[in-house]
Each structure stands twice: as C-alpha cells, then as structure tokens.
C-alpha cells in the first residue's frame, strides 16, 4: 500500500519562504509523476505543480517564479519549495502521485492521482 506523508508546513509571514516535503512509503516516485495540489475551505482543489515521471515539471501560473517542485535522487520523496509567499497562498498542501507507471494522464487534473497525503497546512500572514 502506497503511503504518502506531507511535512513542512505552518505559520510565516508574508514574502518569507517554506518547503514542503512528500515522503513515500511502500512503493518510490521513480517512473510515476507527483504533485502538489492545495485547497482552502469551501474551494475546489487547486493544481500547484507536477513533476512528471519523464523529468519534466509543470508549475500552475500563480505560483509560476515562485514556487518549485523537485525530488531527491533516491526517489522516495518530493519536494515544494515556496518562496516569495502570498497570503493568498495559504491552504492545505497536499502532495500525490500516480497509480500507473509512466502514466499519460494530464499531471495537472487531480483526476489523474491516485494516492494523496493527508495534507499540511500553510498559512501566510500579511
């Protein structure tokens, strides 16, 4: 069973920076596309960055020169780092990734993930 366990996130000031991390458990993020999506309360999930199973990386235009994702070598975990930050930022991050190996589905629709972490909340204040 896949796990996926978010961590890094809490409380910061407007303009400072935080990083987010994704940590697997039971399978590796090699050959599977992760991402970062995040949600405030009574809004549809919103798509933050993806890191595709190919090396590629897609980041949604509000977070764009700001944010980036990335993941270390061994595979096992995924990163968010979050500069510049926003009170209109502040959600639950939640990392996920794909059931299928080298997966078509669009990295940017949450539609195409499978497993997700239970989320780790960022608050930015102004």
């Known amino acids: 069973q896949v796990q996926l366990v978010e961590s890094g996130g809490g409380l910061v000031q407007a303009g400072g920076s935080l990083r987010l991390s994704c940590a697997a458990s039971?399978?590796?993020?090699?050959?599977?596309?992760v991402a970062w999506f995040r949600q405030v309360p009574g809004k549809a999930r919103e798509f933050v960055a993806a890191?595709?199973?190919?090396?590629?990386?897609r980041h949604s235009d509000s977070v764009k020169g700001r944010f980036t994702i990335s993941r270390d070598y061994t595979g096992n975990t995924a990163y968010l780092q979050m500069n510049s930050l926003k009170p209109e930022d502040t959600a639950v991050y939640y990392c996920?990734?794909?059931?299928?190996?080298?997966?078509?589905?669009?990295?940017?629709?949450?539609?195409?993930?499978?497993?997700w972490g239970q989320g780790t909340q960022v608050t930015v204040s102004s």
């Open positions: 039971g399978r590796t993020f090699s050959g599977y596309a």
């Open positions: 890191s595709t199973w190919s090396g590629g990386r």
């Open positions: 996920a990734t794909q059931l299928y190996l080298r997966s078509t589905s669009d990295v940017t629709e949450e539609d195409g993930y499978h497993y």
